[in-house]
């Protein structure tokens, strides 16, 4: 190809030069250029090589469409069009899948055995031995571009939503003249376009519009709308239509921007997207040199490029005859070959008419083609138009059923689509918009050039895949003519470019093998997005501490200050145990100090729901496994809540404030469940004007204060209350003060110490703390890390849900049958509790493990076993494991078939193919009988 | 004709232009009797057809499928095959599964391109470590391998990932099965297809369903678009439609079904040599060999039967992606999809014979029915050709709703499956 | 991102909203009397039609339980309706 | 053992806490006395001299004030009740120190809207709660349009702040 610049070219700025470099060679540009229109300025005919077979490929289009300039850009993306991207001075781009060049590419030699690799030959070979000793050198070949691992851009993309009345896609005559239609009609308009700057086809061909030429008329509207109000974006591209007329645009970032991803909302959609230029079918189609005769035009026009100086134009329709004359004029000697035989032939141009190509011929690029005549034209550029193809890919996304129309041989928008409106090429519509234009639009009069069958030579169906007709043709003959079939068999259509030249070229020759009608054989499913989309555009703002949210403490300054190691807890960020040194001592040394003295821990995160009402009580106890509307007021009872199928959900304190009011007690990872399923019984089934649920607990800190001094501690801060064990015992709630704020002081015990649970509004936490810390220190008052806790709670046996339960315990797995043998009134999960599942002996049960062999704490996790037939089997696991300061000795709890009824047998445990002994004992393992609570 | 294929036959049919190559399978026209009648051509259905040929010499068998075959799920999924279960039951299903995968593209004389590049399951906290260990004693108990990596065999096998601790996603380890990894979903379809339809089996594509024949409160067979065919006995294959075509049978299933969405990058040079799946962000993937990143994650939250891909969960799988591999973030979605799974209150199949007597069920694998597709078919088969269930499928009988057995492995494992 | 009717706040995106389960799968009360068969119905069977639903849903901004009318194939929203006060007394709640 | 206190950040001084972009500013209000209300609300309102209370982006004016965040809830603002059951029919749980407030003010504030909230601001609805960046929040505009508040939840706050500090158009570039 010996492409030159010529005068002109509305989008490049000859002022300002620029150089990059492609495959280490350096080009000239200017500002405006994109690196496609770049290259071919500067004489680069092979810009890529192919997928499969790596011969060389040149230029096919302008835009989107483009099948074989796929570069890596430097620090950039991997397979980006050289379309689509602004050439840029000091930018440093390769061709994919080339190796060292697209111009010496070593693995060109592939070519020649061609004939041994059709569509597919991989699933008819390489399964002896096995496929994994060829799949590593199949990997390394396949693939595109190359991913730099070093590199971790782009950072972030904004994402924004937006609700209009019209979006209308494509700022081509069709999707202006809609925008500012509905603009006038007092509408919310959206318009957006994949290219920098609105026009579409005006930009490139010739046209008058309400007496203005057609780039102008288009920036005269795209003001028009602005200053309306409408937004308009450009460099945008409407890659998807979701949803109830959700649309998916990805905005190009400019000037090293990251993209910005839109969703827009709208009343109704115009999609003005264009139509798409086929290749004409012969052999050798895909050599460099062959080029869209539309693109060509691009080039020319935008750009000030002509694709050759000996052309010839290829086209089976009246749309190729602009570019032929414009080439003319710009000086080239150009020959257009009609496929049509009446095609008229206008003056100054040679036109062959009813001739066909049948081959191009060249070594790297085109230098002739042979015409169905037997003559031969020399060449250096070969532009073809083989009819086009509307973009009807966002009709289809939106639901949307195409019809067949002969007349002008493309697949167009068949019954409407609520609310989707598709105007222009996208419709079949080659003409400019009725009544804005001058002279009659250009006639299509396109003449069918299909791929045939059993051609001589290799034709190109999908450039970017390597399907070719023969392709096609086999699989057609093995029996795969769906056009799905046809599609997974052969690749066509799924490479980068989605099949946007290749489809119907492929759908019309399955047509023809099979004896069907195009319409017939049916077309693929279109899915988004319509173009590639960055990835980082849909991850927007969420990355890093972003990506899922902690909850934060209203002490976690506290705790900073006191040397706090922070873990993520169920969703909440907290203290795992404080101070530095081994994390084992420190946790041993907190649990110790508990027990000996007093301990402060922030329980916050603890869920505090109320339920109010008059129907509070029937109402808990429908929701709890037990029963609840007993509860005297200012007491607090221990509970279950399960599933309808009969399994623990959650597990925690009740507290009765007073005849009206509940605060639920549930799991900090399970506020938001417990909630919701609060609300939903309550509407479902209860008078919701007699019963409400308000989560509070953010509003409240809880401090727990616990160990045999906390009594005492308490007394020294004076929180306005009898703190008397008769006025205060184990399990009774009371209101006191502090700082004026009502402060609740509940006697509840996770640690098998006496313990006090204080909540006081969140905002006063912090003076509560550092008085508790401040009159601590008289008592040796230690805090208290989640860590440690749990090693205190293990030593009593109190369970911790999802860590000692799983997803099909039962109350009865933990000797808790009471409620079920007495409760009179339903409760959620009642009936599950009976079946055949619920009654079976060998359920697994909690109990505590202890180690009998003395090599230390037992893994959580190792199941117990036993051997059936010299077959392991699980007899269930531990669940939670520690070495005991109280007891000098590892403890653990586990979920053991038939476990209460094995008190004091011995197992195997397995962990990692090790085998450990242990005793079934108790689960709790530390003063059983509960005289510490009371201390 | 060349009907074997091998190295041998690809370089005989490239001497002489492809012109030898048989038809995969053939396109009879329906009987009007079959002694088995199978409702849906994906691979469950496939499979159960030349395992009742070739392992109980049934023969006179028709699968009918409405649209065209592995158009369903198995075209629709992310290739990966696993047996990295939990519970015994559900270990023995898809480990005969994994199993019967080792062989089945000799055995078919297709390459499945089965590849097993092995699964990590990231663990993000020591919590995770501990049930994560738990996992991987019950998959050594119950006879699969497994492993429990560290953070250093973890990134040995991912190297791009991010397994900084300031990562929102600390990697601490993870269960490793080495035995998994991916296979040709397609080619899956098309082999056992093209190994049924050698055996006699007639495939029936573009022939839908429009009404099951009931006479003496037992199944006899269905109408179809294309006419009546009968059979004795008739098994409904059809994930993504189960329900739709139970109430044509006249009963309710324990199903719901959603979309279960999928993506691919463009294709780039080998990046990621394993499957890797994050409980944290809920993101799995795998790179094929064609190069592209398979990514997928969690089902839709609405109920759907619309084929169609949505933009709040791929935010989210997407994202989840970038967090793990921040080189990622130079890539391009390329192609977005949905599947619809049948989804049961334990996440495992049905398997057994329906409410209403000689229509049998393979339906409710959720998103695992790809891998379990040589078990699902050897064991229907079994069924259909004894009328007993063999061991493996017996917990999977829709009996077990009623019973109050369910197998449900998330509940067991705290991963999701 | 479909668009769900909230009665009480309008249109919002489907990510606010949390999936209850089919209209009318009335819990079966009385629990010495309900059967195995019947218990598993309501807590296992779903009608999951294709097409036409009639379905429980919550707005978790604001905690509304509704009923919707909805298609699962086109994902065309009819109509959503709220539930009674007093309790899922019309019929179609649980 | 690992720990996290490096990756989260700590809070921010709220009192003093500010970011400006070009076109908005945002700040943290405290001390805002708040109470969750659910049942007669009509009596409520009227029982405490309030007119309607207002729903997505509102417009709320004085010290005194009731946004509404269910059929049957809303969050009273500046009005001193007691906590429990009211035999008016009415249940109340105080929420100050739960919902961190913040303030955004300027031209702005649509856009900002556009990047948090999938809501159309032209038709926004009777009901204040909405997902605001993923968490639930409520959400109208107090004394003029070009002051938006915002409440959530207070252990999200940080989460909140960090979305905010990402966002081009709250970053002073």
Known sequence: MTAWRTEGGTAIDRTRPLRFTFDGRSVAGFAGDTVASALLAGG??????????????????????????????????????ATQVLAADGLAVRSVNAEPSAEKDRHAFLDAFSRFIPAAFYYKTFMFPDWHLFEPRIRQMAGLGTLDGAVRAPAFAEQVNHHCDVLVVGAGPAGLAAARDALRAGRRVVLCDDGRQAGGSLLFRAATIEGKPGAAWAADVVSELEQAGALVLAGTTAFGIYDHHLAGLNQKGEGGAPDRLWRVRAKSIVLATGAIERPLPFGNNDLPGIMSAEAALVYLRRFGVAAGRRVVVATNNGLAYETAQALSAAGADVTVVDYRADAPSPEGLRVLTGRTIVKASGRGAVSAVRLSDGSVLEADAVLASGGFTPTVHLYCQAQGKLDWRDDILAFVPGRPVEGVEVVGAAAGDFSLPAGLAEGAGQDLGIVAAWPKSRAKERVWIDLQNDVTAKDVELAVRENFVSVEHLKRYTTLGMATDQGKTSNVNGLALVAELTGRRIPEVGTTTYRPPFTPVPLASFAGARSGTRMSPLRRLPLEREHRADGATFREYGGWLRPAFYGSGAPEDRIQAEATATRAGVALFDGSPLGKIEVVGPDAGSFLDFIYYNTMSTLAPGRCRYGFILSEAGNIYDDGVLVRLDENRFVVSCSSSHVAGVHALLEEWRQDRFDRRRVFIHNATAEMATLTVTGPQSRALLEAIGLGLDLDDAALPHMAVAMGRFEGQAARIARVSFTGERSYELSVPADHAASLWSRLRREGQAFGATLLGLEALMVLRAEKGYIVIGKDTDGTSRPMDFGLTAPLERKKVEFIGRRSLVTEDAARPDRRQFVGLEAIDGAGVLPTGAHGIEHLAGTPRSLGYVTSSYFSPALQRPIALGLIERGLDRMGDIIELQHLREVRRARIVAACAFDAEGGRLHA | MTRHYSALSLLKEGLRSQQGWQQAWRSPEPKPRYDILIIGGGGHGLATAYYLAKAHNIRNIAVIEKGWLGGGNTGRNTTVVRSNYFFPESTALYDLALRLYETLGRDLNYNIMLSQRGIVTLAHSEAEMEMAARTVNAMQINGTDAELFGVDEVRRVLPLLNVSPEARYPVFGGVWQGRAGTARHDAVAWGYARAADRLGVDIIQSCEVEEFLIE???????????????????????????????????????????????????????????????????????????????????????????????????????????????????????????????????SSPILGESPLPGLFLNCGWGTGGFKAIPAGGTLLAHLLATGKHHDISRPFDPDRFARGRLIDEAAGSGIAH | MQLFPCPFCGPRSETEFHFGGDAGNRRPEGFRAVTDGEWAAYLHDRNNPRGAANEIWMHMTCGEVFRMERDTVHHGVAQAFALLEGGGDDGLAH | MLDNSGKWQPEPDWASARLAGRTIALRAVTGLPQRLVSGDLDRFLAGHGLGKDVGALGLATGARYAVRLARDRLLAVGIPVDDGWHEAGYAVTGVGSALRVFEARGDGIRDLLARATTIDVDNPGPCAALSFCGVTAVVYFHEDTQTLRIHADRGLAVYLWEWFECQPLLSAR
């Open chain 2, 216 to 346: 003496g409160g037992r199944c006899r067979g269905v109408k179809t678009s294309r006419g009546e065919i009968r059979a004795e006995r008739t098994a409904m294959v059809v994930a993504g439609h189960s329900s739709h075509l139970a109430a044509k049978a006249g009963f309710r299933l324990p199903i719901t079904s959603y979309a279960l969405q999928a993506c691919v990058s463009e294709p780039i040079k080998p990046v990621l040599d394993t499957v890797v799946l994050s409980p944290g962000t809920g993101t799995y993937a795998s790179q094929s060999d064609k190069g592209e990143l398979v990514i997928g994650g969690a089902l839709d939250r609405v109920p759907s039967y619309g084929q169609r891909g949505n933009l709040p969960m791929l935010e989210g799988v997407v994202s989840g992606l970038l967090e793990m591999f921040p080189s990622f973030r130079q890539l391009r979605l390329m192609r977005q999809w949905a599947g619809i799974v049948d989804v049961t209150p334990d």
């Open chain 1, 44 to 81: 680069v005919s092979i810009v890529g090589r192919s997928f499969k077979y790596h011969r060389p490929r040149g230029l096919w289009g302008a835009g989107v469409e483009e099948p074989n300039a796929l570069l890596d850009i430097a620090g950039g993306m991997p397979n980006t069009r």
